[in-house]
């Protein structure tokens, strides 16, 4: 199969929705957007997944300004390989083809490693990482965890991990020690950090109290930032520090500077979207992506 396909970069069309138990229809868009406070002004509206219109497209990953990494099953339906899309170029590139299933790529801070969750056909759920350059066949970080669900590198040793469980807990693992340090169960998928270096993560109290915390590496502190919009456990974290939400099709805006309420900054419904989920940003660039 050639593994260099020109990308169709389209507007938005109207797509069949499939949904499988595993691996729902989620297509991923962008936008160039400017910020002045929470006045947000979003334009040159892309869909970037439509060389699988009716498939899995999910978790990108901004590896430079014009590289977006994602996960898709555009290979194979039944599984999810890494690919690159080349955002200047216009072009689609195969990242992972393995027996396994990958999921939330990230390269490895000051590193010649990206990383990544591979799932086995066990069901084994482990930390890998693979050469820059693919020159070999990877190695797995955390050897004896199968458990891992999410992650963020905290540095090139030092890494979050959302454990599995139950309970599903934040967990510290390093690259170079067998025994992590336990934080808090009950957690969500999210995992970033802000610009001082603080982890960012969802905690789930209770069935109605979500609440977005930080944790300080190096006092270990856990700190409430602020409640969640609604039951959201997907968000990002933009250069100014400030954190945005979506719900249902519309974003919000908390900035912990002057600790505001959630501020609405933009609603996408005219572009189609139902469900926003995961987003990620990179200076002008904005990410989203829609599940049907």
């Not at 109605?208 to 919009?229: C, H, L, N, P």
Request: contains cysteine; negative net charge.
């Amino acid at each position: 199969m050639n593994r260099h396909i020109q990308l169709l970069i389209l507007l938005l069309i109207s797509v069949q929705t499939v949904v499988t138990a595993q691996l729902p229809n989620s297509q991923v868009y962008m936008f160039s957007f400017t910020q002045t406070g929470d006045k947000f002004n979003m334009r040159d509206f892309k869909y970037l997944s439509g060389f699988n219109p009716n498939g899995y497209n999910n978790q990108p990953y901004f590896v430079s300004n014009d590289k977006l990494w994602m996960v898709t099953n555009y290979y194979d339906k039944e599984s999810n390989e890494i690919i690159e899309l080349d955002l200047f170029d216009q072009k689609l590139y195969r990242i992972t083809e393995t027996p396994e299933a990958e999921y939330s790529p990230s390269y490895i801070p000051s590193n010649k490693y990206f990383s990544c969750v591979r799932v086995d056909k066990d069901g084994n759920q482990n930390l890998w990482a693979y050469p820059k350059n693919r020159n070999n066949t990877g190695v797995n970080l955390l050897e004896g965890d199968n458990k891992v669900g999410y992650y963020s590198w905290l540095n090139q040793d030092e890494v979050a991990v959302f454990k599995l469980g139950p309970p599903v807990h934040l967990s510290i693992e390093s690259k170079e020690s067998d025994e992590g340090i336990h934080l808090i169960d009950d957690i969500g998928r999210c995992l970033k950090s802000n610009s001082k270096g603080l982890l960012y993560f969802v905690h789930k109290m209770n069935d109605e109290f979500w609440f977005i915390k930080s944790y300080d590496k190096e006092s270990g502190a856990i700190e409430t930032v602020v409640q969640t919009y609604g039951k959201v456990e997907d968000f990002e974290i933009l250069k100014d520090d400030s954190v945005i939400m979506a719900s249902g099709t519309t974003m919000y805006r908390y900035d912990p500077s002057n600790n505001k309420a959630w501020v609405e900054i933009a609603d996408l419904r005219k572009y189609g979207f139902t469900n926003i989920t995961r987003i990620a940003t990179r200076h002008n660039k904005i990410v989203f992506v829609n599940e049907k």
